[in-house]
C-alpha cells in the first residue's frame, strides 16, 4: 500500500491509499480519484517526504493493511446504503435544492444528489453545509 497526499484543482488537500503506484496512475487516468470536498477529479499528487524505516516498531504487515482496506470500504458502502435508504434523491437538482431547504424555501430534509464542483464551491460560499458521499466501493466479490 502507498499513500500519497493529493490536492485539486482549488487546491483542497487530502490524502489518498493506493494498493501501488500504477494503481494511482491508472484510477487517475479513468477519472476515478476524486477530491472529498468538492468532487473534482483534477487531482495531482503533491510533494511528500519519504517514509523511513527505523529501528522502532515495524509497520503493519500486508494483512493487517488488507483488512484495513476491507474494513474501510465496508464502512464507505455501510454509509452509501444509509443515505440512499434515508435520504430523498433530488438527481442533478441538489445544489438548488440544498440552498432552498438552507434558506426555509423548501421543507427541511436530507437530500443527495448530483452537483458541480462550481456548485458546490458555491454552496459552501454561501454558509450551505453539503459533503461528498462516498462513491460506492466495488463489490467484494469482483475485487481481485
Known amino acids: 500500500m502507498i499513500r500519497y497526499a493529493l490536492s485539486c484543482e482549488h487546491d483542497h488537500p487530502f ?17 476515478l480519484v476524486e ?6 477529479r483534477s487531482v495531482a499528487k503533491q510533494i511528500m517526504a519519504p517514509a ?3 529501528t522502532k516498531k515495524a509497520a503493519p504487515t500486508s494483512p493487517d493493511m488488507a483488512k484495513m482496506q476491507s474494513m474501510m470500504m465496508e464502512a464507505a458502502r455501510e454509509v452509501r446504503a444509509h443515505v440512499e435508504r434515508n435520504f430523498d434523491y433530488v438527481g442533478d437538482s441538489f445544489a438548488r435544492e440544498a440552498r432552498d431547504i438552507h434558506e426555509g424555501r423548501s421543507e427541511k430534509r436530507e437530500i443527495y444528489g448530483q452537483a458541480s464542483p462550481a456548485e458546490i464551491k458555491a454552496l459552501k460560499a454561501d454558509g450551505v453545509p453539503c459533503s461528498p458521499l462516498p462513491a460506492a466501493p466495488p463489490d467484494p466479490a469482483k475485487v481481485n
Open 52 to 54: 523511513v524505516s527505523g
Open 35 to 40: 477530491c472529498p470536498f468538492c468532487a473534482s
Open 15 to 31: 490524502e489518498a491509499w493506493f494498493g501501488s503506484s500504477s494503481d494511482y496512475d491508472d484510477q487517475a487516468a479513468r477519472g
